[in-house]
């Protein structure tokens, strides 16, 4: 019964959303306007001020028009019966996974009774159809929100801009959810139940794999709503100040949750596999790594434009480019187009309809994109040697960044398509074209902060960069000279790693103390940095942690592979292991082979680790769980194999020196992204509590 | 329409969408199973209690193409799709095989037989599973097809439905007859 209501919510929403797509339009609405009342239509001759949808830059008539049609009441309405819906769809697909309801195929093909209840809600993310459902219904959320954004800040949008962008996101709905009722319908029923389902695919039984999903969705559904301000902004010929301001909030919250979403998948593949590696450049990971970086580019020529008013057109590309590039990945790895997911393995897969609707969606916006990108103008330029051309540069860098690894993933497939012949591309291929353009990008990334707009010095520059210089130049001199055998890449990496960290820091110094402009108080002048400096800062000497910490632990990574004994001691870096032996324990629903080490740091014990080989019947699959320290100066990672032939277990070791910078890189970037987003509600809480002030 | 740069994102976009819409047929969009166009594994099963044949690798090589159902008493699907196996052994005009999984009651799968009809040219008992796992069977009902030489070629995994009878199962079948 659920189900069918759940199906009937999501039909409903796709009407709802060509509704909103209709009736927000100020072209559709005239156009129905005049089809239905032909007396109206004819008192009002066609071209007429009040009705012209002709000449599309006259904002001021169609704005009072609409004005008069929609009260801004009811601008809600819509959008909030949408948000419903979608939440009832999707509280219908959680009750039958909950409730185990194998009359759906999608429950009974990756759900099983015997799987623990948080699991099941999980596993209602992880099919084609939960996952296009989840999709829709973040969108619908971001629907709302968005008019409440566009409905409070009138003053600032245009009326026609907020009624175009609310437009296409109500087209968008009904396109992805006449995508999710053609391709992979989550509420069909079949009508002989199996009498238990086939399991969820154990890979994905974690907590944080099921966390990924739904920041991966909001994540998407952000770029859903910049594209559609960007089309909105398109069709008015004002990509400007306000269009810049008002998609500030979404190319951040975008930022992070699809940062978000990478971080857990590094995360997971780190803890799964036995050789401690935690990028893999494969599909999943590509696809999701994507449109964060077109979303860091758009990050940075967004500020650009809301500074200066210049770099309109790579603004609006790459805000249609970025949902293209993320609806392209999820149609990557939803489809069968590589080698099949072990979770979609078991249902023949379609996604025909997403192909389609990708390729139609994007015909649009680019056609839209190039009749309406030359009319706009640049706005006045800047110099070569200025903070917009250093963040310009730098997002075509990232874009750059992007395209390599779009190639990477899709050259493979077109190459068999044209000659038969499988081929993989693999880290070398990615390491070899990306080296050439993100050393530069990370030499120029510490500059930016430290320009001038508009225009800058030379020499002024080179005094400001000066400690920043030194100081990393030390940095790869200390390590050259103190490991003297090391490869350049990875001194290079610690090199630009610390030109970034010294670079932020002594620019977050110059500001504090030096600046003429700011008061007397050091606390006085974090507050006048403002929080877009403070997150910036955060965010850069992130990414600075992170890459000095993934290449130092690439360089000074030890593994040691033995067959263990109980009672043996095995040796790895600062540690020492004892291997005590493995036990059989049971899961909730599955058996465990658990091994239990005691870690110990020169001879003091440390803690216990307890690395498993996990297997779950239902589905008859192992997987490898290892078990990780995370120490001060680097992790120790343990996983356990097989028995060997004389009776010993397969235990690898990794010790991996600096790696908790890796994660401490990662989330330092995320808070970056975070506190922007906190202080900038705070700021607009503290504005709406005082309306005297 | 003059020239501008503008247009390079929309040429691009097509070029890349062209490609991948030209290529949408090649999915490869059936079941995957480790077993397609591999050989059927060995096995020698014991007929049914009171029947003199039962079934082995050998009936499924005598060069002509040949069903394989697994099915099981205690199975509600496999109740559910017994006419579409018995219109199947009708109109496909090869032997549909039985494979009886793992009755607890060797009787079990006899009364089944007799209450619902029995369209199997022999049927081979499995109550261990063995021959099951050999197979891959992970859940009942499912259904093979076997060419004359003993190599797996298609796998259909649940009930057989009448789509899947005619549009999958029956045209496979006339394939691979030639």
Known sequence: ?693 | MRFSIAVIPLVLFAALAGVFLLNIDKDASVVPSVLIDKPAPEFSLPPLPGRDKGLSRADLTTGEVSVLNVFASWCVPCRAEHPLIKRLSREAEVPVYGLNYKEKDPEDGVKWLAELGDPYAAVGMDLSGRTGIDFGVYGVPETFIIDGTGQIRYKHVGPVTVEVLEKVLLPKIAELKG
């Open chain 1, 1 to 693: 019964m659920f189900a069918e209501l759940g199906h009937f919510a999501l039909l409903l929403m796709v009407v709802t959303g060509i509704g909103q797509a209709i009736l927000f339009s100020p072209l559709w609405l005239h156009a129905s306007l005049r089809m239905l009342s032909p007396q109206r239509a004819s008192a009002t001759p066609v071209g007429s001020p009040a009705f012209s949808d002709d000449d599309d830059s006259n904002s001021g008539s169609n704005g009072a028009f609409g004005q008069g049609a929609v009260k801004p009441a009811s601008l809600f309405l819509l959008p909030a019966v949408i948000l419903l819906l979608g939440l009832m769809a999707e509280g219908a697909l959680l009750n039958a996974f909950i409730v185990s309801d194998f009359t759906l195929p999608i429950v009974s093909n990756v759900s099983h009774s015997s799987t623990p209840l948080l699991y099941r809600i999980g596993a209602a993310f992880t099919p084609d159809g939960g996952a296009m459902l989840l999709w829709v219904l973040a969108l619908s959320l971001v629907n709302l929100l968005i008019t409440i954004q566009l409905r409070s800040s009138a003053a600032i949008c245009t009326d026609r801009f907020a009624r175009n962008a609310l437009s296409v996101l109500g087209a968008l709905i009904a396109i992805l959810g006449v995508v999710t009722l053609i391709d992979a319908d989550p509420f069909l029923r079949v009508t002989v139940a199996p009498l238990d389902g086939r399991g969820m695919n154990p890979q994905s039984q974690d907590l944080l794999k099921v966390l990924r999903e739904p920041f991966l969705y909001l994540g998407l559904a952000g770029l859903a709503g910049i594209f559609a301000m960007t089309l909105a902004g398109l069709l008015d010929r004002k990509i400007d100040r306000r269009f810049a301001e008002t998609m500030r909030s979404w190319t951040i919250i975008s930022w992070v949750c699809l940062g978000t979403a990478i971080a857990i998948n590094a995360y997971r593949s780190y803890s799964e596999q036995a050789w401690g590696g935690w990028w893999y450049w494969d599909t999943a990971e590509n696809s999701l790594l994507l449109p964060w970086l077109l979303a860091t580019a758009l990050l940075h020529c967004r500020a650009v434009l809301e500074k200066t008013e210049t770099l309109r057109a790579w603004t609006a590309f790459l805000g249609i480019t970025t949902l293209a590039v993320g609806w392209f990945g999820v149609y990557l790895t939803r489809s069968d187009l590589f080698a099949p997911l072990p979770e979609t393995q078991l249902l023949p897969i379609d996604s025909t309809g997403l192909l389609v609707a990708f390729c139609l969606v994007f015909a649009f916006a680019y056609y839209l994109f190039w009749r309406s990108v030359d009319q706009m103008g640049d706005g006045r330029g800047f110099d070569v040697i200025s903070r917009e051309s250093a963040m310009f540069l730098n997002s075509v860098m990232l874009s750059l960044v992007a395209a390599v690894v779009l190639i990477g993933t899709i050259y493979p497939l077109v190459l068999q398509w044209i000659t038969g012949d499988p081929i993989t591309v693999g880290a070398p291929f990615y390491v070899k074209a990306l080296i050439p353009i993100v050393l530069p990008l990370l030499f120029l990334m510490a500059f930016a902060p430290a320009l001038r707009w508009r225009q800058d010095e030379v020499w002024m520059i080179g005094r400001r960069m000066k400690l920043a210089a030194i100081l990393s130049l030390i940095t790869v001199l200390f390590v050259s000279i103190r490991f003297i055998d090391l490869s350049p890449a990875p001194l290079i990496g610690i090199g630009l790693a610390g030109w970034v960290l010294t670079a932020s820091l002594s620019d977050l110094w110059a500001r504090l103390w030096r600046h003429p402009e700011y008061g007397e108080s050091k606390y006085r002048n974090l507050q006048l940095l403002g929080p877009r400096y403070i997150s910036m800062t955060l965010s850069h000497i992130g990414l600075a942690i992170l890459i000095a910490g993934g290449s130092a632990s690439s360089i000074w990574e030890e593994q040691v592979v033995v067959s263990a004994r109980a009672g043996q001691s095995i040796q790895a870096g600062p540690y020492n292991l004892q291997y005590e032996g493995v036990s059989l324990l049971a899961g909730e629903n599955y058996a465990t082979r658990q091994a239990t080490f005691i870690l110990y740091r020169h001879s003091l014990p440390v803690t216990e680790l307890f690395p498993e080989i996990r297997y779950y019947p239902i589905r008859g699959v192992e997987t490898r769980e290892a078990d990780i320290w995370h120490g001060r100066d680097g992790d120790l990672h343990v996983s356990i194999g097989d028995r060997d032939d004389d009776g010993g277990r397969v235990v690898t070791v990794h010790y991996l020196p600096m790696m908790p910078w890796v994660w401490g890189g990662m989330l330092l970037m995320l808070i970056g992204g975070c506190f922007s987003i906190l202080t900038r509600v705070i700021l607009r809480f503290k504005k709406t509590g005082v309306p005297a002030s």
